[in-house]
């Protein structure tokens, strides 16, 4: 089984930065794919990055070249680096882990950009 738990949510003046981290136990995050997904207040579902285990990544039109997905194998922790973030990225972030077919959740951590 896999528990991922998500940190670094907060509040953010436009145009500033933040970093997400999800930290995962039951197995190791350089395994499988992982990812994050973002739901708007108006309940509107985003995917928002992924990255393989080989090490790709990927992003939607959206947030590429603001956001930065990466892994630290050594504390088995994937990350969502936010930079020049506007109003419109405000929304619930969830990480997820792909393993074996089967898709795990973070619990969601908030993330409000507002001056």
């Known amino acids: 089984q896999v528990q991922l738990v998500e940190s670094g949510g907060g509040l953010v003046q436009p145009g500033g930065s933040l970093r997400l981290s999800c930290a995962a136990s039951g197995s190791f995050v350089s395994n499988y794919a992982m990812g994050w997904y973002r739901q708007t207040p108006g309940n509107q579902r985003e995917w928002v990055a992924v990255?393989?285990?080989?090490?790709?990544?990927d992003y939607p039109d959206s947030v590429k070249g603001r956001f930065t997905i990466s892994r630290d194998n050594a504390k088995n922790t994937v990350y969502l680096q936010m930079n020049s973030l506007k109003p419109e990225d405000t929304a619930v972030y969830y990480c997820?882990?792909?393993?074996?077919?089967?898709?795990?959740w973070g619990q969601g951590t908030q993330v409000t950009v507002s001056s």
């Open positions: 990255i393989t285990s080989g090490g790709s990544r």
């Open positions: 997820y882990a792909d393993v074996w077919s089967r898709r795990y």
